[in-house]
Nanobody, 125 residues
């Protein structure tokens, strides 16, 4: 099965940018649709963005549309989430996840079967 490890989290000021990476091992990243989710402090985990196996389809939550960009490099077994114009409400632990479904219900965390441990993003003014 695939193992996922996120990196790139940290502290950034409001309006700044941060890039996250999700490295896959054990199986080829190209076998899986990938989703990014986040858990803000004291709240439930929520969908952020997702990308199909080929990268041709991308999906975004309304809250990040126009600010975040999801991408993947299957040759490097890595998926990415570029986050721009960050706001305090973007503060959360960010998780990447792989789905065992060819075309999952993108926004449902139950469609994703393998998860990384998460990386913390803190946005402060």
């Amino acid at each position: 099965q695939v193992q996922l490890v996120e990196s790139g989290g940290g502290y950034v000021q409001t309006g700044g940018s941060l890039g996250l990476a999700c490295f896959a091992s054990g199986r080829a990243l190209s076998e899986y649709p990938i989703g990014w989710f986040r858990r803000p402090p004291g709240k439930k985990r929520e969908f952020v963005s997702a990308i199909s196996k080929s990268g041709m389809t991308t999906v975004y939550a309304d809250s990040v549309k126009g600010r975040f960009i999801i991408s993947r490099n299957n040759a490097n077994n890595t998926a990415y989430l570029q986050m721009n114009d960050l706001r305090s409400e973007d503060t959360a632990v960010y998780y990447c996840a792989a789905s065992g479904v060819h075309i999952p219900e993108w926004e449902s965390e139950f469609e994703y079967h393998w998860w990384g441990k998460g990386t913390l993003v803190t946005v402060s003014s």
